[in-house]
């Protein structure tokens, strides 16, 4: 778990310096997120089980199945981009090897297909578990209530995922909704609701998994909040300083869970000096490899453009 | 063969999808036990059960969602909007998601939803029972629209929708549901999404409609066929995409193109109709392209005397063509 959270904050890094070093032209990612992130995947299915991310599912993403190269190659908007070919800005993943559906940018609109997918799961029998995320200011949309209306009506087998790190880009969570929770709006769909600190990684492991074996046993939906921290600015083109304090920002860093997992793990003696130093060089191996295939994959030709507006056989 | 009703041909088409494929699955507001405000998805939910046949909370934006995610995980959704009116919820659904999702994936993912809607007006249901939808939907790569004019047609068209790997928007205009009959014959067929089709030959004008202005235009060829004016018109039963090809060599033969549409003039889907023939029959031409289609104003009034105002009937037509025949 811990190679998770440190891989997928080596590569949301490298996206960043990517970015400023004018190789890629936007980058939108979860530094703070991963966490609960890694966490929340690990008790599903990476073949059998769907997942339905949003733009800040970096580490959701690779735990499921996604490598680095994948991500970069969306970055760098290749032709080989396995979300979209290079058509999507940077963070719309998808990838229907591993169940991870095309997301696009408009924000909640991914919650009620993940209620459908989860829909046909319990329709077709096939036992598969649906996870959907998105942020706090994400369930202010219509859309987000609707799906959870739906998802509790039909006992769906879904994981509502909800990522609060309190800031919708620049909108505080007190402007955003006059309860203290997100979780706490399950109850009036008629289904349980829970808040995990998004920096304790085992905590968001035992609530998920909690949630997923409910949903395997026909139950239902749960909705399940992480209390995250956002460590970085919403975007590439966005200046977190002009309206974080600088004491926020150093509130928020003590909370960053590749810290916080980082000394548990060191606390309990399963994170000695030398793994942590094996683990930090494989995973800068891996994002420079990455980095250097994504960078030589070609760029999608002009006259593949008209491609794939309707069904063009098998 | 047997003569029904459009609003029949539209629930055969249901049971015979449904029992034919297991995929198949009916979601929207009252399409359960009352089988339909109109009746479509009559006798659906006796037959396949509630799991198929799903009377959904009254949330338009997720009548589509929901249905967007079941096609993605190998289900063959046919959502019902209860009126056209009331689709402008799932707006962002259809358009930013069902109609993007196979471009957005590069042809990974499909999106194989039918939207079902009622729409049209001119029979007592004002601003919000009344609406034309096509424009905002023809206007989206990635979504097929198809607006049927005979019972023939709805049921074969809403088959070939039902079985297309991608969205389609399925407008029914509910003036026909009751009154308009036909022959329907009993085996299973469909009608293929894009092609039009010429319902009347003609010589001296080419008039395009569909659904239900496709009636009323055949109605107005007939009653100006006595003073000798020949029209030949065509139903232009698909939307997107469009057969430009049959629009083109109908104007070349009749050399006058009148476009009629129930919808509000300014931006209507025959606006797009005009400009092909514009753009590609230029010199066939001897009159000006003419539209014939409704005022421009926010909706149908209710008022019998404003709704009549409002409305394009047979005889509107009919003063249309004349005077486009004369030109």
């Known amino acids: 778990m811990y190679y998770y959270v440190a891989l997928a904050r080596a590569l949301d890094e490298r996206m960043w310096v990517l970015q400023r070093a004018g190789k890629a032209m936007f980058v939108i990612s979860g530094a703070g997120h991963e966490g609960c992130q890694v966490a929340a995947m690990w008790p599903m299915d990476k073949k059998l089980d769907w997942f339905v991310p949003y733009y800040r599912s970096v580490a959701a993403c690779l735990v499921k199945g996604m490598t680095a190269t994948d991500m970069l190659l969306g970055l760098f908007a290749r032709a080989t981009d396995p979300s979209s070919g290079g058509r999507q800005m940077p963070g719309h993943y998808g990838h229907p090897r591993f169940k991870i559906l095309s997301t696009s940018s408009p924000v909640g609109t991914q919650y009620p297909h993940a209620v459908g997918i989860a829909y046909a799961s319990r329709l077709r029998r096939t036992g598969e578990v649906t996870m959907v995320s998105i942020g706090e200011g994400g369930t202010s949309q219509g859309d987000w209530h609707e799906a959870l209306n739906f998802a509790a009506i039909h006992k769906c087998p879904v994981l509502l995922i909800v990522e609060n790190n309190e800031l919708a880009i620049s909108v505080p969570l007190r402007k955003q909704m006059a309860v203290s929770s997100v979780a706490v709006r399950a109850a009036g769909y008629g289904m349980p609701g829970v808040t995990a600190d998004g920096s304790d990684v085992l905590e968001c492991f035992r609530v998920t998994r909690e949630a997923y074996d409910r949903a395997k046993r026909g139950e239902g939906p749960t909705l399940i909040e992480f209390a995250v921290p956002r460590l970085g600015s919403h975007s590439s083109d966005d200046q977190q300083e002009r309206y974080r304090s600088r004491e926020e920002l150093e509130q928020v860093r003590k909370r960053d869970p590749l810290l916080t997992f980082r000394a548990y793990l060191e606390r309990v003696g399963l994170l000695t000096q030398g793994t942590l130093q094996d683990m930090t060089d494989r995973v800068r191996r891996e994002i420079d490899l990455s980095t250097d295939e994504a960078d030589r994959a070609p760029l999608p030709q002009p006259d593949t453009a008209t491609r794939h507006v309707f069904y063009e056989g098998e | ?327």
Not at chain 2, 131 to 154: C, M, N, R, W
Not at chain 2, 242 to 261: G, H, M, P
Request: hydrophobic content about 45%; charged content about 25%.
């Open chain 2, 1 to 327: 063969m047997a003569e029904i009703r459009y609003i029949d041909a539209i629930n055969q088409a249901h049971h015979e999808e449904m029992a034919r494929d297991a995929r198949v699955l009916v979601l929207g507001e009252d399409v359960g036990r009352k089988g339909g405000v109109f009746g479509a998805t009559m006798g659906l939910v006796e037959k396949f059960g509630e799991d198929r046949v799903i009377d959904t909370p009254l949330a338009e934006s997720s009548i589509a969602g929901v249905a967007i995610g079941m096609a993605a995980n190998g289900l063959l959704p046919i959502a019902e909007f209860q009126f056209a009116d009331f689709i402008h919820p799932a707006f962002n659904q259809i358009v930013s998601e069902a109609a993007r999702m196979r471009y957005r994936s590069n042809g990974l993912y499909g999106c194989p939803v039918v939207f079902r809607a009622p729409y049209g007006g001119s029979h007592g249901t004002a601003l919000y029972h009344s609406q034309s939808i096509e424009a905002f939907y023809a206007h989206v790569p990635g979504l097929k629209v198809v607006a049927p004019s005979t019972p023939y047609d709805a049921k074969g068209m809403l088959k070939a929708a039902i079985r297309d790997p991608d969205p389609v928007m399925f407008l029914e205009h509910k003036r026909m549901y009751r009154i308009v009959r036909g022959e329907v014959p009993d085996g299973d067929y469909t009608v293929p999404i894009g092609p039009a089709v010429v319902r009347r030959q003609g010589r001296d004008l080419s008039l395009f409609a569909y659904g239900w202005m496709l009636n009323e235009s055949l109605a107005a060829a007939e009653s100006v066929a006595a003073e000798g004016i020949d029209v030949e018109v065509t139903d232009v039963r698909t939307l997107a995409p469009l057969d430009t090809d049959t629009i083109l060599t109908s104007v070349a033969k009749t050399n006058r193109a009148l476009i009629v549409y129930e919808d509000n003039l300014f931006l209507g889907y025959g606006a797009e109709i005009a400009a092909r023939i514009a753009e590609a029959a230029f010199f066939d031409l001897d009159a000006p392209v003419t539209r014939l289609a409704g005022p421009d104003v926010p909706g149908i009034p209710f008022a019998k005397p404003l709704e009549e105002w409002f409305s394009i009937t047979k005889d509107k037509i009919a003063t249309a063509i004349r005077k486009l025949a004369a030109y």
